[in-house]
């Protein structure tokens, strides 16, 4: 019965080490800056909108440390003016978008809640996109 406790023991211990070197490896996933965040939104984007052509009002923040699911990650807000496939333009947009090993990871839609006070600045290269 003692050896089976300290196996037990040791097993649990063996698996707690495990979690804890995962969660520092994601920590520290999170915690590398981003260089060129704005190449990889412009990459994304151009994906992801259905036309890229004639985006407007183009703003974007330089990437900051937010919480975001009891996480401290590097996070930019985006906004912007895009066309819907009919080619009206819908109305003004923003977004979070989040980074993971300094390159961008995923895009959230309607986060004007957490972008509230984003220190947005120009963001001409995403008015400029083509198909």
């Not at 023991?9 to 800056?33: F, M």
Request: glycine share 4%; net charge positive; proline share 5%.
């Amino acid at each position: 019965m003692r050896w089976l406790i300290l196996v037990l023991a040791l097993t649990l211990g063996g698996c707690n080490t495990e979690w804890q070197q995962e969660r520092e490896r994601s920590e520290l996933s999170h915690s590398v800056a981003p260089a060129s965040y704005k190449t990889d939104i412009i990459a994304f984007m151009h994906t992801y909108l259905n036309d890229p052509t004639g985006v407007r009002d183009a703003f974007v923040s330089p990437p900051a440390k937010r919480a975001f699911d009891g996480i401290n990650r590097y996070a930019s807000c985006l906004r912007y003016t895009a066309k819907k496939i009919n080619g009206q333009y819908a109305s003004s947009k923003d977004s979070l978008v989040l980074y993971r090993d300094g390159r961008l990871d995923r895009m959230i839609d309607n986060a004007r809640e957490q972008c509230k006070d984003a220190q947005y600045q120009p963001f001409p290269e995403l008015e400029r996109l083509t198909r």
